[in-house]
């Protein structure tokens, strides 16, 4: 592989900007980026790059001999380029993709076989409206119960965290009972959600396990997907850096006995329905490149919610993980449901990236605290429009 990406750029007479470019490069260093003149065409030798910050300090070049028109080519050529790394602020343009390939994957995929856990499911693929009296609407009462009222396949795509069962103090909400009554009303939630979700749409649940229990709830709600013939789509760990974790105890201290192994993160599983492919309008996609290549690296570094106590709910997760994940899966326009909803973290979301919702809690309590979020939401909506 070449040292650099080079780009050639021709015929834009560029020697008589040859010191006032030897300027403007001279901000970044000359193994990051730097230009040679070849016969009055441009060439430019690239490996990383902060993209935005170097188009945004060429926007603010003023010259009028012509430089500006020379370094918006230069940018355009540069924006151009859609395959690239990130490693941190810097787009990398040279060997950012070393892994080993796999010689003939697809044939071997077809011999190993796709999802074999998944194959003959009876799902329709025919995909439903739901009705309007449903859309944007906070429910209070037993998601089990009213999903029933849904048609099959009407929800694009579902985002939640069920309580953990760690006996955590909820409004409305016994936690902390035994785990085969706890796995069975969970589930009973989520068989509904797998009939309601479109025929390629997603659900995603963030869930941790409860170690000092030894029930790795995310396999058990995985293998319960996997059973019901879901695709299994991925993992997500969400690094909270919970460093108080660190410091509390170790179990056998010093001794191989029995030592108790600390967490600083939790996990979203992801499950697809009947397809791995969400259809969708182009024009509906809000995630940027960026976006797009820092979040397929299934690592999110995420600070945790720390408003609980004004929201009055003993465990929330942050906006920026919700919407995260919808730019990620899903498309403007979309319907999201919650049915452990609590106080409205994925339908507050939902409504500020443009997506309709369907949020479900048990808790009036909450609700009203979610509808108090959105109508905030709302606010800021109006607000942002005005300007």
């Not at 479109?198 to 790795?216: E, H, M, T």
């Not at 995985?222 to 993992?235: A, D, H, P, R, V």
Request: charged share 30%.
């Amino acid at each position: 592989m070449s040292e650099y990406k080079t780009i050639k750029i021709l015929s834009i007479a560029v020697s008589k900007y040859k010191d006032d470019l030897r300027d403007f490069f001279g901000q970044y260093p000359k193994e990051d980026i730097h230009f040679e003149i070849d016969d009055d065409n441009l060439v430019i030798n690239l490996r990383q790059l902060d993209f935005p910050a170097f188009k945004n300090n060429a926007g603010l070049v003023r010259s009028n001999n012509g430089l500006n028109k020379v370094l918006d080519t230069i940018v355009e050529n540069i924006e151009n380029i859609k395959s690239y790394g990130l490693k941190g602020s810097k787009r990398l343009y040279v060997g950012y993709n070393k892994e080993r390939k796999v010689k003939n994957r697809k044939g071997k995929e077809q011999k190993r076989g796709l999802y074999y856990y998944a194959q003959n499911h009876n799902f329709s693929e025919q995909n439903n409206i739901l009705p309007e009296n449903f859309v944007n609407k906070i429910i209070t009462g037993n998601s089990a119960q009213v999903l029933k009222k849904f048609p099959d396949n009407s929800v694009d795509l579902i985002f939640t965290s069920p309580p953990y069962n760690f006996g955590l103090d909820y409004d409305n909400h016994e936690d902390g009972t035994d785990w085969n009554d706890y796995f069975d009303k969970l589930f009973s939630v989520f068989k509904e959600c797998i009939r309601v979700l479109k025929y390629g749409g997603r659900i995603i649940v963030n869930v941790q396990p409860l170690f000092s229990d030894y029930i790795p709830i995310h396999h058990i709600i995985s293998n319960f997907f996997m059973t019901e013939k879901l695709i299994w789509k991925g993992e997500i760990v969400w690094d909270k850096h919970n460093w108080n974790c660190k410091y509390t105890a170790w179990g056998s201290w010093k001794s191989p006995s029995n030592p108790y192994l600390k967490y600083t993160w939790e996990f979203l599983e992801i499950f697809s329905k009947g397809s791995l492919k969400k259809q969708g309008e182009r024009e509906n996609i809000d995630i940027t490149a960026d976006e797009f290549k820092k979040l397929v690296v299934a690592k999110w570094d995420i600070a945790p919610e720390r408003k609980m106590k004004e929201y009055g709910h003993p465990a929330m997760f942050p906006e920026n993980l919700a919407s995260s994940a919808m730019k990620l899966f899903s498309y403007r326009g979309d319907i999201i449901l919650d049915p452990f909803n609590g106080a409205g973290t994925t339908t507050a979301v939902a409504k500020k990236l443009g997506r309709n919702y369907v949020g479900i809690d048990i808790s009036e309590k909450y609700n009203k605290k979610a509808k108090k979020r959105l109508s905030d939401v709302q606010k800021e909506l109006t607000l942002l429009n005005k300007k």
